[in-house]
């Protein structure tokens, strides 16, 4: 759904666009004409695969790796995102942990 917008021109990072959910938004913005930079944690193999994906589809794209429970790492990585692309117009924010905790044990730590 274009709406007469478009993302040609704009950059967007994705936090844990390696797989599932931020692969998929990952994928549409670049449809829409943004360049991407794909964040990945762990799932560098993944998050390069996208990024050839991506450039596939006529559209500039990176990965970078961060640890975002490190609010130096996340300085770090959107000062990289910005110099490697010009800019940083778009922040989607879909990295997750998967932990292993009941729900009412829950805390703000785990």
């Known amino acids: 759904m274009n709406?007469?917008?478009?993302?040609?021109g704009r950059a967007a990072l994705v936090t844990g666009a390696a797989k599932r959910l931020g692969r998929h938004v990952a994928l549409h913005l670049a449809g829409e004409g943004a360049d991407i930079a794909v964040h990945y944690g762990k799932s560098e193999t993944e998050a390069h695969a996208l990024v050839e994906e991506i450039k596939r589809q006529g559209r500039r794209a990176a990965a970078f790796s961060a640890d975002l429970t490190n609010v130096q790492a996340i300085s770090c990585l959107i000062?990289?995102?910005?110099?490697?692309?010009?800019?940083?117009?778009?922040l989607i924010n879909s990295a997750a942990n998967f932990l292993r905790v009941k729900f009412g044990e829950t805390t703000q730590e785990s």
């Open 3 to 8: 709406n007469g917008l478009t993302l040609k």
């Open 79 to 90: 000062a990289q995102v910005a110099g490697h692309f010009g800019q940083l117009d778009i």
